[in-house]
């Protein structure tokens, strides 16, 4: 077997680019299921043959796109994450940076949280921030105890108003900045007073 070379890595994350392009544009056409593989590669400009070097199936292709998209959430959240930061001014500054994130995407967001043109997308988002890796982003959950609410109800709550706002914002075509909205997320924690 032959090692890779630096252009053949471009040329492959040229193709992926192609072909996960070629999806958004579909998915704003159709549903997910009525598109096929000779479609996809004809609207991204390859060939079948070079869509199988890449991928198994279609099926394949889609888990690996939706994939994609929930791990740049999660890793933009535990990106900005600052220790050293006050707890609201943390927060702050980890939903303005995925706001900003999302406003960058927000063709593909728009598809996956208003559209829901692939399922189960809110699903894997929030099993995604209810992981342990991202526990600390919901530090919080430590404290509630004392005022009897069980760490997954609060995470959920947390997280499911999360996504609720976001879907909203992507639904009313951004009428906040990212600074605004992250300000009111945070002041609007309903948990922030008993803490």
């Keep these: 077997m032959m090692a890779t070379t630096g252009q053949d890595d471009l040329r492959i ?3 992926r680019q192609l072909l996960h392009d070629a999806l958004v544009l579909l998915l704003q ?3 997910f299921y009525k598109i096929s593989v ?3 590669a004809m609207r991204a400009g390859i060939n079948r043959v070079t869509f199988y070097l890449h991928y198994k199936n279609i099926d394949e292709f889609i888990e690996r796109f939706l994939e994609g998209y929930v791990v740049k959430i999660k890793e933009v959240l535990l990106r900005y994450y600052d220790q050293a930061l006050p707890r609201e001014a943390r927060e702050k500054r980890i939903f303005e940076h995925l706001l900003t994130y999302i406003q960058h995407n927000k063709t593909v ?3 996956l949280f208003v559209q829901k043109a692939l399922p189960q997308f809110d699903k894997r988002v929030m099993e995604s921030l209810r992981s342990p890796s991202a526990d600390h982003m919901h530090e919080y959950r430590q404290s509630v105890s ?3 609410m069980p760490r997954e109800v609060v995470s959920w709550y947390a997280i499911s108003a999360m996504i609720g706002t976001i879907t909203f914002w992507l639904e009313q075509d951004l009428p906040y900045s990212p600074n605004y909205l992250a300000d009111k997320i945070v002041r609007l924690n309903p ?3 008993l803490l």
């Design 29 to 31: 056409e159709k549903p």
């Design 146 to 148: 004392d005022y009897e």
């Design 38 to 40: 000779n479609e996809l």
């Design 109 to 111: 967001y728009r598809l």
């Design 13 to 15: 994350q040229r193709t």
């Design 191 to 193: 948990l922030r007073n």
